[in-house]
């Protein structure tokens, strides 16, 4: 199963994120991992699963790490980018999905 990460600083609202997205990809018979971490864990989780990651989303309050992060996944093919600062803070899982989907395809 492919999995989206998505990386923070380890708050409550991404995993409350992560919840909506999970309901949201259900509903339209997506079949994804979805997951926080945080963004300090992320090259060991690529390290051992970065052969199964589809996209990785940072959380708003870590997107100062994204160009040191980008050259991490970029060495494993995986497309990143930070999450839609308004779908996080009115924790729009559908609109966070959708953000993922389009780094997908």
């Not at 018979?29 to 979805?34: E, H, P, T, V």
């Not at 300090?40 to 989780?45: F, S």
């Amino acid at each position: 199963m492919k999995r989206i990460l998505l990386a923070c600083a380890a708050g409550m609202s991404t995993s409350m994120v992560v919840t909506r997205m999970e309901k949201e990809a259900a509903a339209r018979g997506l079949s994804y991992q979805i997951y926080a971490i945080p963004e300090q864990n992320l090259r060991e989780e690529l390290q051992s699963y970065g052969g199964d990651v589809a996209a990785v989303l940072l959380g708003p309050q870590v997107r100062f790490k994204l160009e040191e992060n980008r050259k991490l996944t970029d060495s494993y093919h995986i497309p990143i980018a930070v999450i839609d600062s308004v779908a996080y803070g009115t924790l729009n899982g559908a609109k966070v999905l959708d953000q993922a989907l389009s780094l997908v395809n």
